[in-house]
């Protein structure tokens, strides 16, 4: 099977019917363990990215939170989320087939905070600094949900 054609013809699908332009397809030992489009507007998940929700899928199939053993394919590359998804599940190779460049005369992502262009320029910057406002409101007893799994897991 042609894994990066199944990866467009998905994401074409879903654009029809739709959706965003975004598909991830999981293969292990040539056999597509999961696979989705971007889901993120039917499902009002802002978190259902095509790559979160594969793996999500395939790791439950597997029983695994680790993919070592298996291929992404993607439509292009990564947002910041899906990379980290991505880097949590460590699969053995991603394979994107277009990039943020090509597509971006395109499509453009509409969040108040969030350009594709600029926010990977959002992690170098001190939290202070950040266009997502964000506080710390420290409590000691934080800490202790942290000692907790240290020792029911050491």
């Known amino acids: 099977m042609d894994f990066v054609q199944r990866t467009i013809d998905l994401a074409r699908e879903n654009v029809e019917a ?6 991830t397809v999981i293969v292990r030992d040539g056999e597509i363990i999961a696979e989705s489009p971007n889901l993120v507007v039917q499902t009002n998940d802002p978190t259902a990215h095509a790559e979160i929700v594969a793996i999500r899928e395939a790791c439950k199939k597997l029983q695994t939170e680790h993919l070592t053993d298996c ?4 439509l292009t590359t990564p947002c910041p989320m899906c990379l980290g998804a991505m880097y ?7 394979i994107y087939i277009t990039t943020r460049e090509d597509y971006a005369p395109y499509y453009k992502d509409d ?4 350009e ?3 926010f990977y320029d959002e992690y170098s910057k001190p939290i202070e600094e950040r266009r997502l406002p964000m ?3 420290a409590n000691e007893d934080s800490i202790k949900v942290y000692q907790r799994w240290n020792e ?3």
């Open 135 to 137: 506080v710390q409101q």
């Open 71 to 74: 291929d992404i394919y993607i």
């Open 116 to 118: 594709l262009e600029t």
């Open 88 to 94: 949590y599940c460590s699969p053995r190779k991603v």
């Open 18 to 23: 739709g959706g965003r332009p975004f598909a």
């Open 152 to 154: 029911l897991n050491s």
């Open 111 to 114: 969040r108040k905070y969030f």
